[in-house]
């Protein structure tokens, strides 16, 4: 990795793309058993639309969003890969932060067996009550989260302590759209765009336009692997193929 505060990952879409469709990938920390000067510890950030899956959380993690373009409140789940502090100690910190900023929507946290007690306590250290609920799931190899859109499974890894990785995967993804042919059946540009790459039907000058006319065909979702600490596995190579 670079020594950067932190990098940030992005596909080129088109003009017009659904936000659902664009995934960022922001690195908030990426240094090894304590912070340094130019890095944080780990935590890395996928943005998928208007959502935020947080995988790890060490100390300041929530500082590190501030220093990036991403909102911390936009965060829905957090994914802890193991116990050791540097990937978990920011976890008080942007709780805390998350209540003072008036958040009211629940967070849900997950991580290796045992990270219902973890939770619990981190959450109640202190003279400290979240304004919102705070719900923690331990999960074993194989289980997975369904996202709507996507899952989030935990594989197991080589570690010294109980440790789990994640594959983030998207389910089939409509056809990529096409510009030429929207423009040629008049379909101007703006919310109509949108609209029919979400599945959605529109109407140019009397004429029905559906998303097949102007969508190719469907494609297979994005994968994401995310291992924490590890030493080499074949589960890890399976899961990323």
């Known amino acids: 990795m670079r020594a950067r505060a932190m990098e940030r990952f992005a596909e080129k879409v088109p003009t017009g793309t659904p936000d659902s469709e664009v995934v960022q990938i922001v690195f908030l920390g990426t240094s090894g058993s304590w912070p340094t000067p130019k890095r ?3 935590a ?4 998928r639309g208007p959502e935020v899956l947080l995988f790890d959380c060490g100390e300041g993690t929530q ?3 501030m220093l990036s373009k991403l909102s ?3 965060t829905t789940r957090v994914f802890l890969t193991h116990f050791h502090g540097d990937h978990f100690l920011g976890l008080p910190g942007l709780i805390q932060s998350m ?3 008036g958040r009211e929507k629940e967070l849900l946290v997950y991580g290796p067996t045992g990270t219902e007690d973890l939770v619990r306590t981190l959450v109640n250290l202190g003279h400290f009550a979240p304004a919102f609920s705070v719900v923690a799931k331990g999960l074993k190899g194989g289980v997975g989260v369904d996202g709507g859109e996507y899952t989030v499974r935990a594989i197991d890894t080589s570690h010294t302590v109980p440790s ?3 594959v983030l995967e998207e389910g089939s993804r409509p056809g990529r759209f096409s510009l030429e042919k929207a423009k040629a059946l008049g379909v101007p540009e703006g919310p109509m765009y949108s609209r029919l790459q979400e599945g959605q039907s529109v109407t140019v000058a009397g004429r029905t336009i559906t998303p097949e006319m102007v969508l190719g065909p469907p494609r297979r979702g994005r994968k994401i692997v995310y291992t924490g600490d590890t ?7 399976e899961a990323a193929e």
Not at 231 to 237: D, I, V
């Open 44 to 47: 890395v950030a996928v943005k």
């Open 72 to 74: 911390f409140m936009q």
């Open 40 to 42: 944080n510890v780990s």
């Open 63 to 65: 500082r590190q969003f």
């Open 231 to 237: 030493l080499p596995s074949a589960r890890l190579l």
């Open 164 to 166: 789990v990785g994640y």
């Open 99 to 101: 209540s003072m900023n």
